[in-house]
């Protein structure tokens, strides 16, 4: 495919994406840590079994005992032994507007996480680097408030219909015009919840007979929506496009695995940013591909919508490329919009098709109205049809926050993956006893942030995920940056050896998901 | 590769989508100007609201829009994350509280959309290998969330027990041929307490005995019959009397009687709290914006405070007895139940047709000022498609002559499009 070969054939732009290679000393050391845990975890089993140790575990009730138990011991294991240990680096609550700074609830635990109690006091100001807030307007004040308030009296709260029955209110016919306008598509259709726009919508467009070429790292809901689809299901490669592209001339030449007959469709499924590695799809060579093997590409925008390109049209206009060439738009109204919800975007044939064959326009209740009115107020300043240029800077801030945060965190020698322009920042961590370590030490100098392990990244992989935010002001990064900078020196992350291998080639994780077949 | 090449070049994929036609029934979507309330403005025409799942009248509700005011100026709108990170908010924390102390349960688990409730809460305890129990008339959450977990489904006839005992004798002679995987399969039956898609209520102690002759475990859909049935609107185990942790699972969404969005499933602690790292809904997806469960709180207390609300419900639903009364049309579902279907007495041979002359009946009632809507399907997707019907709703807000004025339109209608 001679017309890839030359990157800076299809590439307007520079394409700065690494991850370095783990350590061998840190690969092993995290090995042996997990072996710890496992073997305490065991030895804990056997005293919680044994009655030596009080078991804190809800149970099940007297009067079914003899039932065939829920849950396998086994399953547990690791809720029991290893996330119950650092459980307190997750579902911090919060008591204000998830902005730049939040004001967190303080609990303690006086039983090794079991159980929680809120103390009454309010940890305010604290620096959030873990909410989706990529253009900052999770504000509590400020026009889109006022118009979603506006809206609210006067619309109410819920809708109790579903689109198709009496639940289409005008708001939504104009939100989907808006977003069509946009995104530079035909026509939009807008759905209640992210999650859910991608498990409803991908069974409405490809069934038995289908092929689905899926990146190893997406999203649940992708992964769900292809499953709940019936098609066959191939895995490629992280945003390796040679293996994409085998899979792609494999699957015309020989057909379905049985029969041999051809495949009726081919879907793509890609993101624009994954949230877990910061990296961004090289969707100039997957739109050549797609060109060339006649499949059809289903984007899913989640992260990048708003937060790439010049003026915030998401991943599409980062590259230059033209709207027309990706199939199915699809994104959420969650993380730079403030609001909540999802939309698809495409040519009208298919969002016709959408409207009539979708399972959440036939038996979900649609958008809110305030949130509606939320995504509306968002998208015109973005767009810049409020009068101001808020939406403009906004979109520079973050790009210049990003930026900044990567190149100063490079510096300071931590391993960091993804692409240089990608807002979502993972910081390795690696070791099971730093993944709870990081969380807590942050939160004592007022900074939060967002741990992940297992099994949400591969086992060893465990990282800390910092969100950037065009709220962020350059002092406040200065903050966060010198508070990691201790914390990095203190718990010795700073594993950098200025190695960078592009594109390594990451193992297949098989924990992922499985593969379907016919 | 010359071969292999030519293959590349030949192979034609049919199209994304194919085309609709420009008059399908789904296409048009009745266009609705202003708040869905009782009095509704369709397609630009002041009509009493028939058609929305309003069954308290909460959805402008002052108080609840107020509470809603206070949160939004709060809050703001979004909550920019999933509850794992920093996406939880003391009003979900307050609003699971609420809803466990309302239900009688140890906990609750709030869900940001009311069709994740159910497809989410399934998958997360029965897994492949597991057998599922399930009603024939089970509402497509229920499909969707029973097809995710990949378990083995039965389905049993809508709401007959003989059917349903013969199904679990016959399992437990599969039992006794392999005990030991018989030890690790799990059961599971999933009913709804009001029937989306018939009207009916399921004979909740009938199956309380097969679960405990059989042990099996119940997994129970409230949506429509939360806020309705029950002395309180605490729903169908209220209404029978029944041990609440009789019931394993409880789910229901927020979107009907509390006027707002979302959905919760209730429980003990023992099974609850294993979705908080296991439902795909709730995990991976964005936490439901405060404004929505402030909305539901402040309805909930309304709901508490306000239990008359409930039995007004009850008498209005006598009142609707009227309807009984059309020919060419009759009722399905029970008197107790505030969302009925209106299906055709006679059908005219095909579904389509069946659907245009409904079309024709649900136009002549919102022409003269009645909002009425046809139920929709995916024709394509449903495991038991129900006939098509016209959905009736009835809410408190209804006075005496409104559901007079509803039942004589859908007479006239009927006698000018059957005859």
């Known amino acids: ?76 294991f690791y809720n029991r032994n290893l996330y119950m240990r650092i459980r307190d680096s997750w579902n911090r609550p919060i008591c204000s507007v998830p902005g730049a700074k ?158 041999r007959r051809p495949w009726k469709k081919i879907l793509i499924l890609v993101e624009g940013i994954y949230s877990m590695e910061g990296s961004i799809v090289r969707l100039p060579e997957v739109i050549a591909l797609k060109k060339k093997y006649k499949s059809y590409l289903y984007l899913d925008e989640a992260h990048s919508i708003g937060a790439l390109g010049p003026s915030g049209r998401g991943v599409v206009e980062y590259f230059g490329l033209s709207p027309e060439d990706v199939d199915v738009m699809m994104g959420t109204f969650t993380k730079s919009f403030g609001a909540a919800g999802g939309y698809i975007g495409g040519k009208k044939e298919l969002i016709d098709y959408l409207r009539t064959y979708s399972h959440s326009a036939v038996y979900a209740t649609s958008l809110s109205p305030p949130v509606v009115e939320q995504i509306i107020t968002s998208m015109k300043c973005i767009m810049g049809e409020d009068g101001t240029n808020v939406g403009k800077a906004r979109v520079q ?7 900044y945060f990567r190149r100063r965190l490079k510096e300071m020698g931590f391993i960091i993956y993804g692409n240089e322009d990608s807002p979502v920042v993972p910081l390795m961590l690696y070791m099971p006893a730093k993944i709870g370590a990081f969380g807590r030490e942050m939160l004592k100098r007022n900074i939060g942030v967002v741990v992940v392990g297992f099994p949400a990244t591969p086992i060893i992989e465990s990282r800390a995920r910092f969100c950037l935010s065009a709220a962020h002001t350059k002092e406040m990064l200065d903050t966060a940056l010198k508070e990691i900078n201790e914390v990095g020196d203190l718990l010795q992350l700073k594993y950098s050896r200025h190695r960078l291998v592009p594109l390594l080639d990451r193992p297949f994780d098989e924990t992922t998901y499985e593969e379907t077949e016919d | 590769v010359q071969e292999k090449e030519e293959l590349i070049e030949e192979w034609q994929p049919e199209p994304l989508v194919p085309p609709v036609p420009k008059d399908h029934p789904a296409l048009n979507y009745n266009v609705v100007s202003g708040p869905p309330t ?35 100026k709060k809050y703001g709108v979004g909550t920019c994350g999933p509850r794992g990170f920093y996406g939880t908010f003391d009003v979900h924390l307050e609003l699971e509280e609420r809803l466990a102390k309302f239900m009688r349960t140890e906990e609750a688990i709030i869900y940001s959309y009311g069709f994740a409730t159910i497809a989410s809460a399934i998958p997360a305890y029965s897994k492949r290998g597991d057998i599922v129990f399930v009603d024939e008339a089970a509402c497509f959450a229920i499909q969707k969330g029973l097809q995710a977990s990949r378990s083995n489904i039965k389905l049993f ?186 299906q055709l007495e006679e059908s005219c041979g095909s579904r389509e047709n069946d659907v245009k002359l409904l079309k024709r009946v649900v136009d002549y009632c919102m022409n003269s000022g009645i909002a009425l809507t046809q139920a929709r399907y995916l024709e394509k997707e449903e495991k038991c498609l129900p006939p098509p019907s016209i959905r009736v709703v009835v809410t408190v807000e209804q006075t005496e002559q409104e559901l007079d004025k509803a039942a004589s339109l859908l007479k006239e209608a009927a006698q000018s499009v059957l005859n």
């Open chain 1, 1 to 76: 495919l001679n017309h890839i070969v030359h990157n800076g054939g299809l590439y307007k732009r520079p394409f700065n994406e690494a991850f370095e290679e783990t350590p061998m000393l840190v690969a092993v050391l995290t090995y042996v840590g997990y072996g710890v845990l496992t073997l305490f975890g065991y030895l804990r089993d056997f005293m919680r079994q044994w009655k030596i140790e009080k078991c804190q575990n809800a149970t099940e009730r007297e009067e079914q005992k003899d039932f065939v138990p829920l849950y396998q011991d086994f399953e547990n």
């Open chain 1, 102 to 259: 939040v004001d967190m609830m303080e609990r303690v635990s006086h039983d090794y996480n079991w159980t929680f109690t809120y103390t009454g006091r309010v940890i305010k100001d604290i620096i959030n680097m873990g909410s989706y807030n990529y253009l900052g307007f999770a504000q509590k004040a400020g026009t889109c408030q006022e118009a979603a308030a506006k809206v609210l009296s006067q619309y109410g709260a819920g809708v109790c219909s579903t689109r198709q029955e009496m639940g289409n209110l005008d708001k939504h016919e104009e939100l989907e015009k808006l977003v069509a306008r946009f995104l530079g598509v035909e026509s939009a259709m807008a759905y209640g919840m992210g999650f859910a726009t991608n498990s409803m919508n991908i069974p409405a467009l490809v069934g038995k007979g289908c092929l689905i070429l899926s990146d190893e790292l997406n999203h649940a809901s992708l992964v769900l929506g292809a499953r709940l689809s019936g098609a066959t299901i191939r895995i490629f490669k992280h945003n390796n496009m040679q293996s994409l592209e085998k899979l792609l001339k494999d699957a015309i030449v020989h057909g379905q695995p049985r029969t």
């Open chain 1, 397 to 403: 801030q973050l790009a210049e926050n990003t930026r």
């Open chain 2, 38 to 72: 009782h009095i509704i403005t369709v397609n630009g025409k002041e009509c009493i609201n028939f058609a929305s799942f309003n069954f308290l009248g909460l959805l402008d509700n002052e108080k609840v829009k107020s509470a809603a005011q206070a949160s939004l």
């Open chain 2, 157 to 342: 006839k809508h709401n007959d027990m003989a059917d349903l005992e013969r199904l679990l004798k016959e399992q437990e002679t599969e039992d006794q041929k392999n005990p030991r995987k018989a030890r690790v399969t799990r059961r599971f039956i999933v009913v709804e307490g009001l029937y989306m898609n018939t009207g009916d209520v399921c004979p909740l102690p009938e199956l309380i005995k097969l679960k405990y002759k059989y042990k099996v475990r119940i997994f129970l859909e409230e949506s429509l019959s939360f806020g309705v049935l029950g002395e309180h609107g605490r729903g169908i185990t209220e209404h029978f009397g029944i041990n609440i942790d009789d019931i394993d699972l409880i789910s229901a969404n927020m979107e009907n009687s509390l006027a707002s969005i979302g959905g919760f499933c209730c429980g003990r602690s023992f099974i609850i709290d294993h979705q908080r790292l296991s439902g795909q809904g709730y995990c991976f997806s964005a936490s439901l914006p405060p404004l929505l469960a402030a909305a539901a709180i402040e309805a909930l207390n309304i709901m508490e405070d306000n239990p008359e609300k409930v039995l007004r419900l009850k008498l209005s639903l006598k009142l609707e007895s009227s309807l009984y009364e059309i020919s060419g049309l009759k009722v399905v579902g029970e008197s107790f139940s505030p969302a009925l279907h209106l």
